[in-house]
């Protein structure tokens, strides 16, 4: 009786090489799942192409709304932005994917997991820990336990009749709601700019010669309309995405630190995480003392550590989660932001429950702050620097 494995299955360069390897190498009949996490891709294609390299069983799984509510509005709710720059879109994928994998395992009652990570990238570390969070199967990652380059594998592909569209020739991309991850080829250069055509969601031409402006409502953290308009969760993402790309706005580049030690080049178009980031982190300045402020950004830089780290499941995580939870209470009200040929700022924010005065905050003569009071306040605020800064002048004034 031959061995039974599952593998999570893109349809991409890795996963459809790692399908040959389990077949050849290990007598395997494979069972693939490909979990719809925002794509964009056609799942009767990838489908087929499962059927055509002989797997016995094909899973097509629609997660995207699950995506939207249980993984990017929770990094929304932690502005999450790793390293101040990626905003985790592989990331919080990966946990999902591998979960879903986990439910098919069982039903299906395999006797090993596989995935088409290398061992040079964060996934494999993503994937492995949740898969083994939620089983005791082995997990077998071809490409990584056999030190396959990306030479190699397309060779494979081409030796075995896989078909692998010109993109992926160029470039390694993963694509979701929350962003599209482009590497390899000349950007491996990090001194090379990126081509233009390795671009989809964001223009980089003939950009819109009048600022576009963006209105999100958020509710206790959560973006719940876009432009006066209340929309359904996917459609929310996909409405920013399309409307900050289409100004320019969205890519990163930037050098990486990945888990395993090694420095990156890494570019991402990320149109709508960025706005929807950008406009909650503002409101929470409008709506935290400055207290929660500071030390929610402790806890945003940790969350989104421990999510681009692969521990998704450490109770670390959980113990954020519910401080987070909290702190999203009064995060309610509405930021505008100002796209114009790439760049992105915020000009306007309101909310119910801002901790901004207008009566305070003002220079105009209705204002009803008491300067007077100031003078003490400075000085007892100053009064442990100011007598430290004496002491050092008089201990100078002796060497």
Known sequence: MAEKGILAFSGGLDTSVVVKYLQEEYNMDVITVTVDVGQGDD????????????????????????????????????????????????????PLIAEKVLEIAKKEKVTSLAHGCSGKGNDQVRFDITLRSGSDLPIIAPIRDKNLDRVTELAFA???????????????IDQNL??????????????????????????????????????????????????????????????VNKKAGDAGVGIIDHIEDRVVGIKSREVYETPGALCLIEAHSDLEKMVHTKHENKFKSIIDDEWAYLAYSGLWQDPLKQDLDAFIETSQKPVSGTVKLKLFKGSMRVVGRKSEYSLYSHKIATYGSE???????????????????????KLQKKRSTKI
């Open 367 to 389: 204002s009803t702050f008491d300067q007077k009071m100031a003078k003490g306040f400075v000085e007892l605020w100053g009064i442990q620097s100011t007598e430290a800064n």
């Open 158 to 172: 081409k030796k075995h009749g896989i078909e692998i569209d010109s993109v992926a020739k160029r470039f390694s």
């Open 43 to 94: 799942q009767k294609k990838i489908e087929a192409k499962a059927k055509k390299l002989g797997v016995i069983k094909h899973y097509n799984i629609d997660a995207r709304k699950e995506f939207v509510e249980k993984f990017i509005f929770p990094s929304i709710k932690a502005n999450a932005l790793y390293q101040k720059k990626y905003c985790l879109a592989t990331a919080l994928a990966r």
């Open 178 to 239: 929350w962003g599209r991850a482009i590497e390899g080829g000349v950007l491996e250069d990090p001194y090379s700019e990126p081509p233009d055509d390795a671009f989809i969601w964001v223009k980089t031409k003939n950009l819109p010669d009048k600022p576009t402006y963006i209105e999100i409502k958020f509710e206790k953290g959560i973006p719940v309309a876009v432009d006066g308009k209340s929309l359904e969760p996917i459609k929310l993402i996909e409405y």
